[in-house]
């Protein structure tokens, strides 16, 4: 168990994934994305996906990311945000919201 203050401390926000590249550096199969969070700027996440989205697929999707987590090197890549998704067997499917929001939207 965590503190709510702990979870308080995460930015989870709305993105849109402008730009899709294949990430053949990766150890497991990924795309690179880049996704617009309106007001914070364009951020870059390495995500494993491949199985069930196509890279067309990701274009203008919304997605929920925390945004404030601290850069990764993946290969060559730096991720700087996380994008959420839930497993479903092998695949992961990835949270998004119900309706369009505003880039940079705050999830509470």
Do not use: W
């Amino acid at each position: 168990m965590i503190d709510f203050t702990a979870f308080e401390e995460l930015d989870i926000r709305v993105g849109t994934v402008v730009e899709v590249r294949d990430f053949p550096e990766a150890q497991k199969p990924a795309y690179q994305l880049q996704i617009d969070f309106g007001p914070l700027g364009k951020l870059n996440s390495s995500a494993q996906i491949t199985e069930r989205y196509q890279k067309e697929d990701l274009l203008g999707k919304q997605v929920i990311a925390v945004v404030n987590l601290e850069p990764k090197k993946i290969a060559h890549f730096e991720s700087q945000c996380l994008v959420l998704g839930a497993k479903d067997q092998e695949e992961v499917i990835l949270l998004a919201p119900e309706s369009d929001l505003p880039n940079g939207q705050q999830i509470l």
